[in-house]
Structures are given as C-alpha cells and as structure tokens.
C-alpha cells in the first residue's frame, strides 16, 4: 500500500498484560500514531484483545514483525479507511495562577486544534495539570478536572506564547 496512514487490526488471544503494555509502548515509540487495545470475548468463551494502529503505510513491516515477535499473531488485517485529521500545534506557554492568598506562574504545555486554519479547541498535557496540581495543593484544593477546564477555557484562541492567567479564588483554601 503506497503511502498514507493504515490501520492495522489484529486479534490477540493468548498474552499477558504486561506484554501487551510492552508493545503498546513500543508502537508509540515506533511512530504510532494511535493505539487502542480493546477487551473481547473469543472462541469458546476465551478472554482476547483487539489492537487498533493507526501507522504509516511505509511503516509495516516494521510493526508486522512486532505483532508476530512479540505477540506471536498469525495474521493482521489492513483495513481501508479515510482518516480526518485535525492540524494540531503543540506550544509551551507560562500559566498564572491567582488565588485570594496569592499568584504563582507554572510552564505549561498545550495543544491546539485547529481545522483548516480555524481554532477549534486546547487541550492541556496532563502531565502538567498533575504537576500543578500537585504544587498548588499546600495553598488550596485544585483537584486536575477543574485546572483542565479553566486552563482550556482560558486559552480560547489567544495566540501561542502569551501567559494563561486564570483565577480559582472560588476554589477552598487548604489549612
């Protein structure tokens, strides 16, 4: 298949979690560009997996081998499909945070996505929102849903590099 992203499809009906953590992890290494594993329900009842790839065409060889080196599947399906993909932009900005006892500024990294052009949407890395979290949690209790949501709303379509400020004074002070 000549260029393009492919989805591979195979079914795993005989490997332990840890494996199966194992070559997810080094898909996204591979250049994946999505992984799902979904539980199923085999022949005679037995526990299986279906593995979703989302990988380059000119990439398969490379994951064919590991499906059959590391997981021992005897076949895999290509399906066609049509992909729509939203341009995304990764960034890092600075964020403010105020409260009613203070204002601290954290690195923050986000992604937006746009469709032809137009700012659709941010998302904030989750790894940061646990780490402001984390940090924040002597002043007052930011719980990661509500840093998410006003960070996210927040950014509306400010260009990249300016500073997120948000204000959680409505939030309860820690003792």
């Known amino acids: 298949m000549a260029g393009g992203v492919i989805l591979l499809m195979a079914q795993i009906d ?6 199966l953590g194992h070559v997810i992890k080094r898909m ?3 250049g ?3 992984v799902q594993l979904l539980s199923s329900l085999g022949k005679k009842g ?3 997996y279906v593995l979703l790839v989302d990988i ?3 990439d398969e060889p490379e994951f064919a081998a590991l499906l059959v ?16 993909h939203f341009d995304i932009k ?9 409260w009613a006892g203070g204002t601290v500024t954290f690195p923050l990294r986000l992604k937006r996505i746009l469709s032809d052009g137009v700012f659709m949407r941010a998302k904030a890395e989750h790894d940061d929102l646990a780490a402001i979290s984390a940090q924040i949690t002597e002043h007052l209790r930011a719980p990661i849903a509500v840093l998410k949501a006003a960070i996210e709303t927040a950014v509306g379509s400010k260009e990249p590099g300016e500073v997120l400020q948000i204000d959680l004074s409505g ?5």
């Open 14 to 19: 005989d490997a332990p979690g840890e494996l």
């Open 28 to 30: 996204t290494e591979m």
């Open 32 to 34: 994946a560009k999505n």
């Open 46 to 48: 037995r526990p299986a």
């Open 56 to 58: 380059n065409a000119e």
């Open 69 to 84: 080196g590391d997981l021992g599947i005897w076949g895999y399906r290509v399906l066609e499909s049509q992909h729509k």
């Open 90 to 98: 990764r960034y890092q900005t600075r964020l403010e945070v105020r």
């Open 171 to 175: 939030l309860s002070v820690t003792k």
